[in-house]
């Protein structure tokens, strides 16, 4: 039963995301400006658009292609075996250090004790 279901969500994800690639990709053949200015407008929240070196002509035309279609489909599909539920084992979701390397949360662990991860010396 469980893998019906997973299998139903990611049927569901699939259409969501190929309608989205669809509309997306002919908003920027049929209002190429508009889509850009959008698209711009997301990169603003992610600060992407601070970068001098990092221009909209080097990453906006692959909005909405099939590779972008293709990668999302992938990240959000891994996503559904990342849920945690109360009282369940936490799921072990790859994380990538600082030199590029991946590593599983549960790496990190020692001694079976919990994981305490600590973002305050971040800031």
Known sequence: MFSIRVLLRKL?????????VVVGKTMMI??????????LKLG?????????KFSY??????FFSFQYLLFV???????LEDEAYEGHPA???????LNGDT??????M?????????????T
Not at 73 to 79: A, D, G, P, Q, S
Request: proline share 9%.
């Open 12 to 20: 569901l994800i699939l259409l969501d995301v190929t309608l989205c």
């Open 110 to 122: 020692r001694d079976n004790r919990p994981l305490v991860l600590n973002f305050g010396s971040c």
């Open 91 to 97: 799921p072990n979701t790859p994380v990538v250090a």
């Open 44 to 52: 603003e929240k992610s600060r992407m658009n601070q970068n001098p």
């Open 30 to 39: 049929l209002f190429p400006d508009a889509t850009k200015r959008y698209i």
């Open 103 to 108: 590593r599983h949360i549960f790496s990190f």
């Open 73 to 79: 489909l992938k990240v959000k599909w891994k996503r």
């Open 57 to 62: 002509e080097n990453w906006g035309p692959t």
